[in-house]
């Protein structure tokens, strides 16, 4: 045996045993997971609460803080992700709904916020999703609500006008969207399937290089690559998991014409958050049609030193020219400062409602 093959020997039996260690530490976690569970489900069912985004969120974050490589923070934050969302599935399986079908960026955004052992419903309009977290049929639901180059989703923004659901949580995906086709050749496509926001992400490319197809929006990506896989004159834009579901040809990749084109996710619930350590607060408020009157909205948060992360503006669908504003502001509205700010809005606000408080997104 060569000295070279001496050496790769010894490391491979130093992986084998760090592997039989990794497991037998993993199952040692689950047990560990099995106990917590046995002691909420003493408390009885109503007050037995088995995913706690706070709690995983500190998790993560000290995942992340103590790391030292050679893997990225990232990397090893989302191999702990995955072990979580493993045992959280054997104390209690969770179902999670979002805006589907199978293969949504919507979708992608439900396996990095919750790991690949929940069990996912696609559902067709935002308002479904909404309304299947509302009636108990899901535990949790995801939307997406803004995107970096395209803004807000304002479907998702006006179903919150109705829902007295709960922001739980938040997650921000990068977006990489493929053109997809059974052609082989673009040159062939007469058709462009995609969702209205990746058609607009994509519009300089699409200008340059497949000016002569008709552009169509749908519901949603994945139903274009649905759409495309019945249809070899036809094309979709979607993500390289659409490919890979639908069988379809990746003739472009990273077409979008932003390479940090970001699209934000919220998680809704029927359950408030405790405070993790780095939160986000979302309110819904309006005010009565003056002059000055969003000064005076905003002034709280600069009296007292908060920092507003967003602010959006809606049609009340109350009056005409009467507008709701959604703020999104840094801190959780348990925090001291956070909780005077809102006070002191509620005072000014003709209407003033919490959505929620969340943690930060973490991976």
């Known amino acids: 045996m060569s000295n070279n093959e001496d050496q790769l020997s010894k490391i491979r039996q130093k992986i084998d045993s760090l592997d ?34 706070e ?3 500190q998790v993560l974050r000290a995942v992340k803080a103590r790391n030292k490589g050679p893997l990225a923070a990232e990397e090893m934050a989302r191999l702990f992700r995955e072990i979580m969302s493993a045992c959280l599935a054997h104390e209690l399986p969770m179902r999670i709904g979002f805006l589907g079908p199978e293969g949504t960026y919507t979708h992608a955004a439900v396996l ?24 108990g049929a899901v535990n949790y639901g995801v939307v997406p609500v803004e995107n970096s180059t395209e803004g807000v989703v304002n479907h998702t923004l006006d179903s919150f006008m ?3 659901l709960s922001v739980c949580g938040e997650v921000e995906l990068r977006i990489h969207h493929c053109l997809l086709s ?30 002569y197809a008709e552009r169509i929006a749908v519901s949603s990506n994945a139903e274009a690559a649905r759409l495309a896989a019945k249809d070899s004159e036809a094309a979709a834009i979607a993500s390289a998991t659409a490919a890979e579901i639908y069988k379809l040809n990746v003739l472009a990749s990273n077409i979008e014409d932003h390479p940090d084109n970001t699209t934000r996710f919220l998680i809704i619930g029927n359950r408030p958050v405790p405070a993790s350590g ?69 005072e000014e606000a003709a209407m003033m409602r919490l959505l929620g408080s969340y943690p930060k997104a973490v991976l």
């Open 182 to 211: 059974l052609a082989a050749d673009r040159k062939n496509i007469k058709r462009i399937y995609s969702h209205q926001q990746s058609l607009a992400q994509c519009r300089e490319w699409l200008d340059a290089n497949i000016y």
């Open 278 to 346: 780095d939160d986000k607060t979302s309110l819904l408020v309006s005010t009565v049609n003056k002059a000055g009157s969003l000064h005076s909205l905003l002034a709280p948060f600069v009296r007292h030193g908060i920092s507003m992360a967003r602010i959006e503006s809606r049609p009340s669908r109350r009056a005409v020219w009467e507008y709701v504003f959604f703020i999104d502001v840094n801190g959780h509205a348990d925090d001291p400062d956070v909780a005077a700010a809102l006070r002191d809005l509620n």
């Open 162 to 164: 109705n829902s007295s």
């Open 112 to 135: 990095k916020h919750f790991g690949h052992s929940v069990n996912c419903h696609p559902l067709s309009t935002i308002d479904e999703v909404f309304r299947e977290v509302e009636a």
């Open 55 to 57: 709690r995983e969120a």
């Open 20 to 53: 039989v260690q990794i497991q037998e530490l993993i199952n040692q976690r689950a047990a560990c997971a099995d106990e917590v569970a046995r002691i909420k489900e003493s408390e009885g069912a109503e007050k037995a609460i088995f995913y706690r985004p």
